[in-house]
């Protein structure tokens, strides 16, 4: 059996999911098994760097994020700090976004 970044990494393939938004960026949200759904945008619209609308979703170096759990309430304080007084997480690395995933496939 392989260890939980190995089956995040093949489960997940962040880069590879995005697709292009409605607003010139790139966005991408994963259901995942225990009812957890993340969303990770990028775009001028988007709190990310560069913060405008660009070729590809690996031209960005962080990404917006959001969390909702099983019942479609916003959690995303619950998986990442220095969210402020909003329901997303803006300048997400990547690393961040896969430990948060691991975090959130923890829960029940």
Request: hydrophobic fraction near 35%; proline fraction near 4%.
């Amino acid at each position: 059996m392989s260890n939980l970044n190995e089956q995040i990494n093949s489960a997940f393939k962040i880069l590879n999911d995005f697709k292009p938004n409605d607003f010139g960026g790139f966005g991408c949200t994963k259901s995942l098994a225990n009812g957890f759904e993340i969303s990770i945008q990028c775009g001028m619209h988007n709190y990310c760097t560069p913060r405008e609308n660009l070729n590809s979703p690996s031209e960005y170096s962080t990404f917006e994020v959001a969390v909702f759990n099983a019942n479609g309430d916003w959690v995303t304080p619950d998986f990442f700090e220095d969210c402020g007084n909003d329901q997303v997480k803006g300048w997400t690395t990547m690393e961040e976004i896969l430990v948060a995933i691991e975090c959130i496939q923890q829960q029940k």
